[in-house]
Every structure is written in structure tokens, then in C-alpha cells.
């Protein structure tokens, strides 16, 4: 089955979702073809190359929605650090060390529903000298309207981040405070004016593979470009709290069915990535990924951008400069 897939795959064709969930069946036994498999689709449409992209968390805490899994949400108790909007000289300087490690794309991020509108011009401020340091642009600031994400395009914004973090029909188990559809709406206003759209999930959280399928398949139809991979870190203090991280092979099937579903989107590894796979967190690369989110994240910490690039080398990869 895993093969037949895989052919279908090359040979130009999509899964559908009945595929996909044959795939999610897969058992122990068959993980490392399927593995395989995935890398091997990867390869066909990424090579050995793999791009880095880090964030700047730029405006931290006291969000007024409820996102269930979120430290940063005002209706969860979890101990972090709250500011707010930082300078844009911090956030250049944080794109400056980003380039110098040989990252390729900056995105920044801000808690909250959006930001306001004096925010927004501070924001909409940076990309000029983002892109003249020679990194691509991207930001996650929320469910802006048409007309605000046109405005930090005309600055020189490229890439509009806003993870739909699960299926439609579970998304309610983990938000209450806006709805699936104002996400989709957010990524279709910033598809209509020419952003290039990054939208992904989080896994763990509760979810079936139902739901997982169902979510690769929301993002196939909406044309994402880049789909982030987020595994759930339980954090003390969120309502999931009492969840445990996934097992690192069924980390590993995430990445790789979602390959299997979505054969030519940048499939970028993310939050969780050290907590969830620990020592196994060079095999994302096995299983399918081609991209990969270095450094901190916004509340937890992740890899140096030193030992990612070390991992690379180690796994004869080659950073994507095109």
C-alpha cells in the first residue's frame, strides 16, 4: 500500500482522504517504509536541501483569547514572560544574528487577536530593512483584515503566517474565542492580494487522525505554501497541561503522512521538535520534512542555530539558498 502510494504520489496524482487514512493505519511493523517513502518524496521535489527559518517573538502574553494550549493566553496560568511590542531595532538586530547564522527566512510574531494600529506601523516599519539584510519576510500578527495585511505587504511583508492548528471539527475542543472559519478567512484575504500563506497544526492535543487527515486536507485545498509541524509541549499552567507529548514514532508518521498528503508544500518542523523527539529529532528529515524552524520559539526554548546547522552537516543536507 505504502509503495503504491508512494507511485501514485510520483506520478503526479493526489491522495484522497480515504488514502490518507489507510496510511494513518500504518503500524509499527511498516514505519521505516513508510519513513522511506516519505523522504523519498521529499527528495524528488526538495533534494537534499532544507530551509531554515527562525521567529522573533516580538509582543509576549496577555492574550485575550482562550487558545486551550497557549502560554500566552490571559485565560491560562502558565509563568512566562509579558511584554510589550519591542523596538524595531530589537527586531532588527534579531534579523541581523538571524542572517549571519545562515537562516533564510524571519518571521515576526505577536501575542493577541491583532495588533493595533500604531503596532501595526511599527511592524509594517521593519520588512524594508529586513529584506535589504537579504532574508525573506514573514509575520504571524493574527486575523488582520484585507486591507491591514495589503498594508504590510506594500511594505515589504511576504509570507502571512496563521496556523489553523487542527481540523474544523476540533477546533472548538481547543478555542472558544474565535472560530476556524475566521482563520480561513484571514489566509484567503492574504492569498487574494498576493501573500505567499504558511499554515499548519499543532499534534497531540487530543486529536484522531481523522482530524489530522482532514487538516492536511484543508490546507491542500486552500494552497498553502508552507506547512508548519507543531507538536504539543504541555505547558504548566495551560489546559492541557495533563496531556504527554506524542512518542517520537508517531511524531515521526505525523510528518510523514502529511508528506504523503501535501508531496509539494515545504513541510516545516516547529514547536515541540526537541521535546517530542529528543534524540530522534535529526530522523524529521527521514520522515519527510524539508524545512525547519531554528532557535527559540515564543515561550520555550529550541536548538541553536549552530547545532542545527551541525545536524545538516551531519545528514549531508545543504541549506536551500535559491
Same mark, same amino acid.
Given at each position: 500500500?505504502?509503495?503504491?502510494?508512494? *507511485?501514485k504520489i510520483l506520478s +503526479?496524482?493526489?491522495l484522497?482522504?480515504?488514502?490518507?487514512?489507510?496510511? &494513518?493505519? $500504518?503500524?509499527p %511493523?511498516?514505519l521505516p517504509?513508510l519513513?522511506?517513502?516519505?523522504e523519498?518524496i521529499?527528495?524528488?521535489f526538495?533534494g537534499?536541501?532544507?530551509?531554515?527559518?527562525?521567529?522573533?517573538?516580538a509582543k509576549?502574553?496577555?492574550?485575550?483569547?482562550?487558545?486551550f494550549?497557549?502560554?500566552?493566553?490571559?485565560k491560562n496560568k502558565?509563568?512566562?514572560?509579558?511584554?510589550p511590542?519591542?523596538?524595531?531595532?530589537?527586531i532588527?538586530?534579531?534579523?541581523?544574528e538571524?542572517?549571519?547564522?545562515?537562516?533564510?527566512r524571519f *518571521?515576526i510574531?505577536?501575542? +493577541?487577536r491583532k495588533?493595533?494600529k500604531k503596532?501595526?506601523k511599527?511592524? &509594517?516599519? $521593519?520588512?524594508? %530593512?529586513i529584506?535589504k539584510i537579504?532574508l525573506?519576510t514573514c509575520?504571524?500578527l493574527?486575523?488582520?483584515?484585507?486591507?491591514?495585511?495589503g498594508?504590510?505587504?506594500?511594505?515589504g511583508?511576504?509570507?502571512?503566517?496563521?496556523?489553523?492548528?487542527?481540523?474544523?471539527r476540533f477546533?472548538?475542543?481547543?478555542?472558544?474565542?474565535?472560530?476556524?472559519?475566521e482563520?480561513?478567512?484571514t489566509?484567503e484575504k492574504?492569498r487574494s492580494?498576493g501573500l505567499?500563506?504558511?499554515s499548519g497544526?499543532?499534534?497531540?492535543?487530543g486529536e484522531t487522525w481523522q482530524?489530522?487527515?482532514?487538516?492536511?486536507?484543508?490546507?491542500?485545498?486552500?494552497?498553502?505554501?508552507?506547512v508548519?509541524?507543531?507538536?504539543?509541549?504541555p505547558i504548566?499552567?495551560?489546559?492541557?497541561?495533563?496531556?504527554?507529548?506524542l512518542?517520537?514514532?508517531?511524531?515521526?508518521?505525523?510528518?510523514?503522512v502529511?508528506r504523503f498528503?501535501?508531496?509539494q508544500?515545504e513541510?516545516?518542523?516547529?514547536?515541540g521538535r526537541i521535546q517530542t523527539?529528543?534524540?530522534?529529532?535529526?530522523?524529521i528529515?527521514?520522515a519527510g520534512?524539508?524545512?525547519?524552524?531554528?532557535?527559540?520559539y515564543?515561550?520555550?526554548?529550541g536548538?541553536t542555530?549552530?547545532?542545527?546547522?551541525?545536524?545538516?552537516?551531519?545528514e549531508?543536507l545543504?541549506?536551500?539558498t535559491?
Amino acid at each position: 500500500m505504502i509503495n503504491e502510494f508512494e *507511485s501514485k504520489i510520483l506520478s +503526479g496524482l493526489s491522495l484522497t482522504v480515504a488514502d490518507g487514512a489507510l496510511l &494513518a493505519e $500504518t503500524g509499527p %511493523e511498516a514505519l521505516p517504509n513508510l519513513f522511506s517513502a516519505a523522504e523519498r518524496i521529499k527528495k524528488r521535489f526538495f533534494g537534499d536541501t532544507v530551509e531554515l527559518c527562525t521567529i522573533v517573538n516580538a509582543k509576549s502574553g496577555a492574550c485575550p483569547e482562550d487558545c486551550f494550549y497557549c502560554a500566552q493566553s490571559s485565560k491560562n496560568k502558565s509563568a512566562i514572560d509579558i511584554f510589550p511590542l519591542i523596538s524595531r531595532d530589537a527586531i532588527q538586530r534579531k534579523a541581523v544574528e538571524a542572517k549571519e547564522s545562515g537562516i533564510r527566512r524571519f *518571521s515576526i510574531v505577536t501575542s +493577541g487577536r491583532k495588533p493595533g494600529k500604531k503596532e501595526l506601523k511599527e511592524i &509594517a516599519g $521593519t520588512f524594508g %530593512e529586513i529584506r535589504k539584510i537579504g532574508l525573506h519576510t514573514c509575520a504571524s500578527l493574527g486575523l488582520l483584515d484585507r486591507d491591514e495585511l495589503g498594508y504590510l505587504r506594500d511594505y515589504g511583508l511576504e509570507r502571512y503566517h496563521n496556523n489553523l492548528e487542527t481540523s474544523e471539527r476540533f477546533f472548538p475542543f481547543i478555542c472558544t474565542t474565535h472560530r476556524f472559519a475566521e482563520k480561513i478567512e484571514t489566509i484567503e484575504k492574504a492569498r487574494s492580494i498576493g501573500l505567499s500563506l504558511c499554515s499548519g497544526g499543532i499534534f497531540g492535543m487530543g486529536e484522531t487522525w481523522q482530524d489530522r487527515i482532514n487538516l492536511a486536507l484543508t490546507i491542500r485545498t486552500i494552497g498553502v505554501d508552507s506547512v508548519p509541524i507543531n507538536f504539543l509541549n504541555p505547558i504548566k499552567g495551560t489546559r492541557l497541561d495533563h496531556l504527554s507529548p506524542l512518542s517520537p514514532d508517531e511524531a515521526l508518521k505525523v510528518i510523514s503522512v502529511i508528506r504523503f498528503m501535501l508531496p509539494q508544500k515545504e513541510i516545516r518542523v516547529c514547536g515541540g521538535r526537541i521535546q517530542t523527539l529528543g534524540n530522534f529529532h535529526s530522523m524529521i528529515f527521514k520522515a519527510g520534512a524539508d524545512s525547519v524552524m531554528t532557535g527559540n520559539y515564543l515561550v520555550t526554548t529550541g536548538r541553536t542555530f549552530d547545532d542545527d546547522l551541525e545536524m545538516l552537516n551531519e545528514e549531508g543536507l545543504r541549506l536551500r539558498t535559491d
